[in-house]
Structure formats: C-alpha cells, structure tokens
C-alpha cells in the first residue's frame, strides 16, 4: 500500500505571496489532518478533514485554509506568507471514522518564506 | 483546548540503560494517548498508544503508563540501543476525529 504523499517537499517563497501544498492520503483513509512543525515547538494542529468536511480547526489564523476532495486528497493554502511561517507541513491520514487513531504521516513540506 | 507538556526535552542514555518521557496535559476528556518517534529527516510514526480505560500498556521494550487522577502519562523504554535514539512526542486527543495536542518533544539519545 502506498503511504501518505505531499507535494512539493520543498518550496522557497517570499513574504507576501501564498503558498498551496498537496497531499495525498493512503488508499481507504478518509481522514486528512494537517500539522506545523516548527523547532521546539512541536507539532501543532492546523485542521482536519473527513468526508471533505472540515471537521476540527487548530488556532491558526484564517491565512491557513484546507480542503479535501471526494477521492480524500486535500490541500493547505497560506495567504500572504509571514516569515514566521517559516516550517515543516505535515500531513497525516487515518483510517478511523469518529473514534480517534493512528495518523500516517507524509514526509512533509518545507516551506521557507524570505 | 488542551495543553500537553513534555519533559525532558533531550535525554541521553547509555545502551542498556531504561529512558522515561513524562508527559502531562490539562483535559480531564482526553481519552486516547499515543507516543510517535521521529528519526532524524523522516516521518513520525506511531510506536505505542494507550486509551483512558487503560493504565499501562507494553510491546516488547515500550511500555506506556497512564495515570487520569494526576492527568499525565509516561513512556519506558528499557535496554536501549542506539537505533532508539531519535525525538519522541507525546500526544493527546479528546474529541470526534482525529484533533491532537503534541507535546514539544524528547530528542533521545543513546550512547554507545
């Protein structure tokens, strides 16, 4: 079974322009969830989809958006890049449907904004 | 919304000696706990969780420890070995779906 792809893995932009990551989830896995990762900071929640509906929402700003289509592949877009938006994206899938469980993550996107 | 604390945040360890990565977090409707490690460049991958209706849990060397009362949970790693090293992360989730609070990381490291 093939695992959990994102696209690009790594992008370079500049302050100001927006940015739209891929990821494709593992086959059957209606779950996509979204991640930054930052150093010493961890991982911190961005959202979730199910079903192509959001169905949980990190405290992120309203410049990071998602949404996922009817094969369950979803996509992240950040508006008006920060530098501080400066991370890892990780996306992960899961198989479960309302009970929570194991997330499958991709390798991840690195953003760099200068 | 819940908040999840890790500590330490670097451990290091001679092989064969026992490491152990507390965690503590604040919802008392946290109900599922699972550790992932991350190597270094790769991808977190789940090595053992543990839901509210248990109090520990063990696959061969890892063991998890849930204590609800004082609201923090613990992973045991016993006999190290240098394939161990790497970050460890705690989580916790509480609601529908798949919503998680990570702690901000153990990097784990044992010595040869």
């Known amino acids: 079974k093939a695992g959990v792809t994102q696209t690009p893995r790594y992008l370079i932009k500049t302050r100001g322009q927006q940015v739209t990551l891929s990821c494709s989830p593992i086959?059957?896995?209606?779950?996509v969830s979204w991640y930054q990762q930052t150093p010493g900071q961890g991982l911190q929640f961005l959202f979730e989809?199910?079903?192509?509906?959001?169905?949980n929402k990190g405290n992120f700003p309203g410049r990071f958006s998602g949404r996922q289509f009817s094969n369950s592949r979803s996509e992240m877009n950040v508006s008006t890049l920060e530098l501080g938006d400066s991370a890892l994206y990780l996306c992960a899938s899961s198989f479960t449907g309302s009970d929570t469980g194991e997330l499958f993550f991709g390798e991840g996107s690195r953003l760099t904004v200068l | 919304g819940e908040n999840v604390e890790q500590h330490p945040s670097t451990l290091s360890v001679q092989e064969g000696d026992s490491a152990v990565i507390k965690c503590t977090y604040s919802?008392?409707?946290?109900?599922?706990f699972p550790w992932y490690k991350q190597e270094l460049g790769k991808r977190p991958q789940l090595i053992i969780d543990?839901?509210?209706?248990?109090g520990e849990k063990k696959d061969q060397r890892i063991a998890v420890t849930l204590n609800k009362t004082a609201k923090h949970f613990s992973l045991h790693i016993t006999e190290t070995q240098p394939e161990d090293s790497a970050v460890y992360f705690c989580a916790a989730s509480s609601g529908t779906g798949n919503q998680f609070y990570f702690g901000t990381g153990t990097s784990l490291t044992v010595i040869p």
């Open positions: 543990i839901r509210s209706n248990v």
């Open positions: 919802d008392s409707a946290s109900n599922y």
């Open positions: 086959s059957g896995h209606r779950s």
């Open positions: 989809y199910f079903s192509e509906t959001q169905r």
